[in-house]
């Protein structure tokens, strides 16, 4: 499993056509929409052979590089990821650290469970929503 930019050793993988990183397409996904720029599925579609088995970093690391083109930048970002597995809490600096440094601004990292409910609680997956604030880069009008 990936997630938060990080491997999860013995979890059970995200299905997905990249690696399924829940937190890094919802991060790019805010981004995104933050900009006007459409979503993680406009931008890197999965007829796209390019990012099949992509890990979350090289989604992010694009939508960070065209958001600049835009004439944006990342103010900070929040993430919330709700499931039950994996324990998020043990890790959550080194999720933090990391994906901070790939969008090039603080990203802080939350997790809940849903009291087993759904197909979270009964661990068939996580869900990550996340709200990200741009500004305008320096001499943007």
């Not at 890197?44 to 944006?72: I, K, N, Q």
């Not at 929040?78 to 499931?83: A, K």
């Not at 849903?114 to 880069?137: K, M, N, Q, S, Y």
Request: aromatic share 4%.
């Amino acid at each position: 499993m990936w997630l938060a930019g990080l491997e999860w050793p013995g979890e059970r993988g995200l299905s997905g056509h990249s690696d399924g990183d829940a937190v890094a397409h919802a991060i790019c996904d805010a981004l995104l929409a933050a900009a006007g720029l459409g979503d993680i599925g406009g931008m890197f579609g999965t007829a796209d052979p390019r990012f099949s088995g992509a890990h979350g970093e090289v989604f992010l690391a694009e939508t960070v590089r065209r958001l600049a083109a835009a004439g944006w930048r990342v103010g900070n970002v929040s993430v919330q990821v709700v499931g039950n597995r994996p324990k998020l809490a043990p890790r959550r600096a080194e999720a933090e650290a990391l994906l901070t440094g790939i969008v090039g601004a603080p990203v802080s990292v939350a997790a809940t469970t849903t009291d087993g409910l759904g197909f979270t609680g009964r661990g068939e997956g996580v869900t990550a929503i996340a709200t990200a604030l741009i500004v305008p880069a320096s001499g943007r009008a």
